[in-house]
Each structure stands twice: as C-alpha cells, then as structure tokens.
C-alpha cells in the first residue's frame, strides 16, 4: 500500500476528498495544488500510518515508510531547488498534523525544522538575513523542545519555559518586544534554550536533520493521544479510531522583513455569518504569532481595520500609522489574496478558513478549510449561498448541524437591563451571544461556580474543557482569529477577546479594570456581539425566531417526512413549542398537574383512602382541576394531536418524606402523624421504577382511570362545543401485555361513552399505549390488535433493557464511556445496535397487524439529531422532544428524508 502522498506545483497524488485518508489538511493542500493555488510543496503520510503506530509501534512503522518519505523529501528538495541538511543550502520543513476532522490547534506542529548550527549560517548566507535566520533558529529550537522534548511550565501559574527565558533577556535588554531582538540577542536565546531543554530533559538538543523529522512526526502521531486532543474528540463525538496523518512541507517565511507577513482569514464573517472578507495578519511574522496573541494583529481589509479602531478607541491616524490593513500596507498581494479567497469558496462552495504567508512579496497558502462558524453564521452563510445561488436547497439543509441551532435559541441581554449596566471596558465581538458569570482565572476552576467567566490574558488548547464549562470567556489580548475567538465560535460560547484594558494577575488572581479591581468569585457579564464587558449580573430575555432562521425551518418544512411533536405538561410550554414549529403534543404528563396549590392536598386524600368509596369521593374533588388543565392544553394545541398519559408515577412520590412536612400533612388532613408514617411506610418500594406505577396503578384502581378519562374526554367535549378542534389521544404507560392494555382501554371506551350520553355530544379520540417495557416490544403484534398508536418512551426502555436504572447510572457511566464499554450516554444518544431494535421490533411487529398504526417517540431522544434520524429510518409518524428542541429534531427529520 501506499503511505506517502506528494503535493507540488500544481501536481498531487491526493485531493480534497480523499480526507478520511490524508485528513482534512492534507487533502485540501493536494486540493488546492490542483486547481492552481500557490502552495508550498511537500507530502502526507497518511491517516492508515498513525493507527499502524498506534498498534504496532515506531519502529516497525517508521521501517515501512522509511522510502517513501525519503522519496519524498527529494522530490521537495527538487521542486526547491534546496537539500535537506545541506550547510550551504538547506531545505527547512514543517511538520504539521492534519485529522480527518479539523481540531485546529489540538496537535502539534514543528516549524523551521532542518536547523542547526551549520544551517542557520547557510540561511542566513542565502538570504543575507542573519537576524531572520537566526530568528528561525530560536524558533524551532522552541517548538521542537515543546513538542518533542516535552518542555512544560512547571505549574499553571508559572510561564513556558521559554518564554520565561525570553522574558529575562527582554529584561536585561531593556526591551519590550520580540522584534526588537538583535541576531546576537536571537543567538544567545538559541544557547540559553538549549542549555535549558538539557537541563530539564537531560537530553542534548539533536542536530541531525533526520533525527528531527522522524522525532517530529513521531511527536505528531503521539498528540493524537494527549489529553486536550481526547477530551477534543470527545466533546465533538470524533471516533478514536481515525487517527492523524502528518504534513511535511516546504517552509516560506512571513519573518524574512517587512516585506514578509502572515496571516489567518475567513472568506465570511464566522461570528455574525455576514458575506464580508475578513482576518488578521502580522508583518515580519511567522506561524502562530498571530494566534497565540504576542503581538496586536492587524485587520487584513480596510474597512474591518476602520471597525476594529472604532472598537479600540483608536484614533484614524494612530490606526493608519501603526496598525494598517494588508489592504494598505501591501496592496498588490492584498489584491491577490483577495482573488484567491473567492477562488477558494467558490470552489468549496462554503466559507473557507485560511492561512497564507507572504515570503519577500509571494503570496503562499498554507491551509484551507470549511470555517467552524456560531449557529447564527452556520444558518446565514447556508441561507445566503442558496440566496446566491451557489448551493441548492438540500446542501442547505445539509449544511445545518442541528444541535447548532440550539445556540440561536439561547437569551440575549435584557435591552433595559443593559441600558442602566456599567460598561467596564470594551474588547472584540469574538463569538456573540450574553453571558453572566463570576470570575474565574483558570480554566480548571472554571467549575467553581455554577456560572463562571473565564477571564485569561490568553487561551490555550489546554484550556477547552474550562471553555466548555464557563458562560463566558474574556481574554485581554488577542484578535478575532486567536485561539479564544475561534474555539468560542466553534462552540458557541459567548467570547470577548484582546480587552486591553483588562490586566490580569494570576499569582493574586485580581483583574483590575482602569484602576477598579475585581477578586475571583465577583461577577462581571459579557456581550460578545457587541465586544462589551459590564460591571455585576444582568438580566437576559428570549430570543426571536425569524429571517433566515425562520427559511431554513420553511426547508426542514419542506423536506421532512415525519412531524415533530413536543413534550409539554402546560398551555405555555405548548404555545411555545407551537411558535417553533411543533404539531401535537407527544407527550403530556398529568402527574405534574396534581402538585400545584389545593390538588396535592385532595390527591393525598385519594392516597389515604381505605375504600372505593372513599377513593371516589377524592378522585371527585381531582376531576374538575384535571378537566380544566385538558382544555388549556387541548386548546393550545387546536387541530393537533394531544397525546395525554395516565397517571404514571409510584403513589409514593405525593408524600412527603420529611418529618417536618409529614406533620403539616397530617395538621392538613386532621389525622396523626403516626397515621401519614405508617403510610409512608407503606408506600416504600425497593426499587420503585419497577414497582407499583404505570397502568399497574390504574389496573389496581380503575377508578383513578375513569376519572382521568372523564376529565380528558369532557374536556374535549367542551371544547367541540365551544367551536375548537381538540385531539385527545389517551395513553396508557408502562404496559407489558395487552391484557393490561384491553383492560385500560374498556374503561376508557366505557367513560367516554358514558359522557358522550351525558353530554349529548361525541368528540373523536385515540386509546394507545407507551411501548417502554422490552415485552411490550416483543410482544407488540399483540398490542397493537388493542392499540391506536405507540409511543416509544424510550427512557424507560433504554432503563429496562440495559438494565441501568436511571437514577443511579451516574456512578459507573462516565466510567464506561471512558473505557470505551459504551460509546456515549444510552441515556441521551438512543442505542441504536440494542435498544433500537427492540423498537424496531415493536414497529415491525405493531404495523404486521396494523399497518395503519399510529407510531412515535417520546423519550429524551426524541430531539436528539442521530437519534431522531433512526426514527425515521424504522418509519415513525413523529418525534416529540422538548419545546426548545423541536426547531432541532424539525431539521434533523429533514435531513433524514433527503
Ligand atoms: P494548526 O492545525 O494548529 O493550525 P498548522 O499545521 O496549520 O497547525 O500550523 C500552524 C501554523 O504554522 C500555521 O498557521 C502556519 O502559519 C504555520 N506553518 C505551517 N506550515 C508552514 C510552512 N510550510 N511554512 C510557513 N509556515 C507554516
Ligand atoms: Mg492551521
Ligand atoms: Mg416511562
């Protein structure tokens, strides 16, 4: 097989949908050699090479690819007209990593490999640029030891190693900046690291070229494996398995002088999705310099530079003397980069994510990608290229990670709360969206509180996991492209960056804002569409659901098979879920209308009851509260189906365990306190999930049900009568034969009949059942010769057919995750390979007999995307989720039909 693919000149042996192979990086260089974008030659060993190291270790692996990339790096050393390890002309390489899916900055990359001593005279020979030369140096010198070497700080509130060391030189330099080094001042750093790395390593820095190539793709293959990649991969369900291949490429330099740069740009706007050009760039500059936030970058384009001045509070002239835009500073490649951007979108027809650098006045790409983007970017970019006619209605829909969506759905600041905030300071618009939090400074403590804001000079990969957890994140440097900005974006986090006002002392953990300090724990909120930061917490509001976001659900409209349904217990949840688009109710649980006010007090009653009798005459004062609630619901959802359980909770959870509050009960119900013990006593189950609820309580009271069924079908009756067009569908849960089924449902027929005679008046209405114990499944041709309609509850059934009670699944699931015995939570994403085929069955089995049978879904998975597109796989009518989620499962229903 083939391991090595080389890209070059317009040539390559790979191309851009070969990425499950080369990773997204690799396939996107060969890509974009072939459609004549300049980028600089070199080769990919591929995603197979990583798990054969993984596997069968560095040795046997790196013997079978030794002459491939041998091969290889002659054929850069030819297209460069260059010699890897040669004193007088030496080919400098990167080695960078590249997963099939981006983890942008989770791997490591080595820059300016190839240097030692002899190579850094013949650069600098060449160029005539010893300070640029020995600049390279001291830079590799540092990735090298990080990546390879495993140079850390000692503790998180000490500095890199290396940047402590840069810091001490600046110090007796007296200097401020990095580009104010002189070549001998570069000269000693590259001494002073070495001496260092020797020091904590207790390994000499290697000198051979050779030795540092494989010692790099070596240390790429193994940051597949560190911690901040697996906790990456994990947070966005990457499998483990894919592996990284490794990029080995020419280098160009952006530190050559002024008429060298590089940058970092978006074809769109990724915060806001807006069709503008956009990015940051640096002069005399390489690699992650304009990332990592050393130094202020400046805007590519004129106009975003005039926008982040005005951000700033930086006058015209200080913009235009210091900070210029490429635009300005360089306006013939500007005008390059320019065409090559819209030739690159249009060619990936979706936003591009790009870095180039200019080497002495030549324009090079060095990495293409589709932009990770915020929900509200990822809907406008979709809805605005269809618009432009560059994808059609499908790719749009195609194009929407529907658990995105949920970020469209999140609060936005009060717009009278923030009027009579204090604005402390103002920094960059990095990933819009309010946040509220307490302060925290380290990315570890960011659980601290339940709302935290991470408040860092800068971030880094390390810090993800704190990022996820904050409501917030405000870093003092940095631009719209650093390490903050992008991974806020991509997760929807609200983000404001480069604050410069904002001074940060990690030792004493105080930040201190034009002289007005604020301690870790104080709270402070961010706008991150505006870039504003405020003193204290303020109030949020929903959000509207309109323009594009409104489009897109008109396509999931369209091309969707299945309706989606919510779960809602009251009109407003209802009315809510309607507004985002929900047909029906898949869900309404009656047990949560016998809490509020006097209810409690009469359903505690029917409890204590000895007798029938007895039982009745509480059931009698539920029945009008009950009825009143069915219409509220009912109506909310006129000419939809409400589908309604029976009661289904164990009695046991309508009294109280406290003793304080068992006395009121009994105060209440003018017995002793003895008498409400003993009957909570009584109601004490071992394992209550599985014990006396569900139709198990409607089968030893038939009452109960008679009530519910009365209150449910005068409700509609009442209803008809008043002109509105109610759907009851009236379900029975947790059965596991049909005899318990039948036995419900006669009541049920009964009731109604006997209220259609009362009323004078009969209203169409739907007797089915939950499908949430495994033997209903099995058994579900049985069932459904009784049944109108199933609902998978496919809580219950993931509880019973793993066996995992719900409860209690917290104290060994994150273990199982960890240790790969599950993938994920069965309990969030449905187990399709067990639990689903026990739903499969049931609807197998169900429609054999009744091929009409109504079928849906309303377990927690019901609004989850993969979880909703097997639904529709097994042929339900409907999934019913949350109301905040229906817009979700609306256009993951959609994509699953197209
Ligand atoms: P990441 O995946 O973290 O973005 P990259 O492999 O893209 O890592 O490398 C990081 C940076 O190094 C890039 O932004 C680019 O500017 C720089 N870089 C990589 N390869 C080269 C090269 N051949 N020449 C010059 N700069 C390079
Ligand atoms: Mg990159
Ligand atoms: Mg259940």
């Not at 235009?320 to 500073?329: F, R, V």
């Not at 010769?785 to 219950?796: K, L, R």
Request: contains cysteine; aromatic residues 8%.
């Amino acid at each position: 097989a083939k391991h090595v693919y080389t890209f070059g000149a317009g040539k390559a042996e790979g191309k851009a949908g070969m990425k499950n192979l080369l990773g997204g990086k690799g396939a996107n260089l060969a890509e974009m050699n072939l459609i004549g974008v300049p980028v600089p030659p070199g080769f990919t060993i591929t995603t197979e090479v990583c798990t054969m190291y993984n596997e069968q270790g560095q040795e046997k692996t790196f013997e079978l690819i030794k002459s491939e990339v041998e091969a290889a790096v002659t054929l850069v050393e030819e297209l460069t007209g260059t010699k890897f390890g040669d004193k007088d002309n030496p080919c400098l390489l990167s080695v960078r990593s590249g997963a099939r899916a981006s983890m942008p900055g989770m791997m490591d990359t080595v820059l300016n490999l190839g240097m030692n001593n002899d190579a850094v005279e013949g650069i600098s020979k060449k160029s005539g640029n010893s300070r640029f030369a020995w600049d390279s140096y001291r830079r590799f010198v540092q990735m090298y030891g990080d990546v390879v070497m495993e140079m850390k700080p000692a503790s998180k509130e000490e500095h890199d190693p290396f940047e402590e060391i840069i810091d001490e030189l600046k110090e007796e330099k007296g200097i401020q900046l990095d580009t104010e080094f002189t070549t001998e001042d570069l000269q000693e750093l590259v001494k002073r690291f070495k001496a260092a790395v020797k020091k904590v390593t207790g390994k000499d820095f290697p000198t051979d070229p050779w030795e540092q190539l494989w010692g790099s793709v070596a240390a790429v293959f193994n940051s597949w494996n560190n911690p901040r990649a697996i906790l990456y991969r994990r947070l966005e369900q990457i499998p483990d398995e894919w592996g990284t291949a490794v990029n080995v490429q020419a280098m160009v330099f952006g530190n050559m002088g002024e008429g060298s740069a590089t940058g970092v740009a978006f074809t769109r706007d990724a915060a806001t999705g807006e069709d503008v050009f956009n990015g940051e760039y640096l002069i005399n500059a390489q690699g992650e310099d304009v990332v990592a936030g050393i130094r202020t970058p400046q805007e590519i384009t004129l106009s975003g530079s005039k926008k982040w001045a005005a951000l700033q509070g930086i006058s015209e002239e200080e913009r235009a003397s210091k900070y210029p835009s490429l635009e300005e500073a360089m306006p013939e490649l500007y005008k390059q980069l320019d065409a090559t951007q819209q030739k690159l979108e249009d060619h990936y027809k979706d936003m591009q994510d790009l870095e180039f650098t200019i080497q002495e006045g030549k324009l090079w790409l060095l990495q293409t990608r589709n932009g990770k983007r915020t929900g509200a970017a990822m809907v406008k970019i979709a809805v605005d290229m269809m618009e432009q006619g560059s994808i059609d209605e499908k790719t749009v829909l195609q194009r929407i990670d529907p658990n995105k969506l949920d970020e469209l759905l999140h609060p936005v600041f009060d717009a009278s709360a923030i009027k009579s905030a204090t604005e402390l300071a103002k920094g960059l618009p990095a990933s819009p969206g309010a946040a509220t939090g307490q302060v925290v400074f380290f990315a570890d403590e960011a659980n601290k509180y339940p709302a935290s804001v991470l408040v860092r000079v800068e971030t880094s990969p390390e810090d993800l996991e704190g990022m996820h957890i904050a409501k917030g994140i405000l870093t003092a440097r940095g631009g719209m492209t650093s390490h903050a900005a992008v991974v806020a974006r991509g997760m929807g986090k609200c983000c404001v960056s480069g604050a410069g006002a904002v001074k940060i002392n990690y030792k004493t953990r105080i930040m201190t804002i034009e002289g007005k300090e604020f301690k870790e724990g104080d709270w402070i909120s961010l706008n991150g569409t505006t870039g504003k930061v405020y003193e204290g917490k303020i109030t949020t509001k929903d959000p509207e659901m309109s323009g594009d976001f409104a489009k897109i659900m008109d396509l999931a409209e369209k091309y969707t098979r299945m309706s989606v349904r919510t779960n809602a217990d009251t009109p407003k949840d209802a009315q809510v879920a309607r507004k985002f688009g929900a047909k029906g109710i898949g869900l309404c649980r009656t047990e949560h209308m016998f809490f509020e006010g006097d209810r409690i007090k009469a359903m505690r009653e029917m409890i204590l009851s000895k007798t029938e009798t007895e039982r009745r005459k509480a059931l009698d004062k539920l029945l009008p509260y009950q009825r009143e609630d069915f219409e509220g619901i009912l109506e909310a959802m006129e000419g939809y189906g409400v589908t309604i359980r029976l009661l289904d909770p164990p009695l046991h959870e309508f009294v109280p365990h406290e003793d304080a509050n068992q006395k009121e009960m009994a105060a209440e119900m003018g017995i002793s306190q003895e008498e409400v013990k003993a009957l909570v006593d009584d109601l004490h189950e071992f394992n209550p999930m599985l014990g006396h609820r569900g139709c198990r309580l409607g089968n030893t009271y038939p009452e109960i049900t008679e009530m519910q069924a009365r209150a449910i079908i005068e409700a509609a009756v009442n209803l008809k009568n008043k002109g509105v067009d109610a759907r009851p569908e009236i379900m029975v849960p947790l059965i596991g034969t049909v005899k318990e089924l039948k036995l419900q449902a006669d009541i049920i027929h009964s009731t109604a009949k006997k209220v259609f005679e009362e009323k004078g008046t009969e209203v169409e209405y739907l007797v089915g059942t939950m499908i949430e114990v495994p033997r209903a499944a099995v058994t579900a041709d049985k069932v459904a010769e009784v049944a109108d309609f199933f609902s998978f509850g496919t809580n219950d059934l993931t509880q019973m057919t793993f066996g995992y009670s719900r409860d209690d699944a917290g104290k060994f699931l994150p273990v199982y995750i960890e240790k790969g015995i599950l993938k994920n939570d069965p309990f969030q994403i449905l187990d399709q390979e067990g639990v689903g085929q026990v739903v499969k069955m049931g609807v197998e089995k169900g429609r054999g007999v009744k091929p009409n049978l109504k079928v849906g879904i309303c377990g927690e998975h019901g609004g989850e995307p993969s979880s909703v597109i097997f639904c529709d796989g097994v042929g339900m009518d409907y999934v019913s989720c949350s109301p905040f989620r229906v817009p979700i499962a609306r256009v993951a229903a959609a994509q699953a039909n197209i």
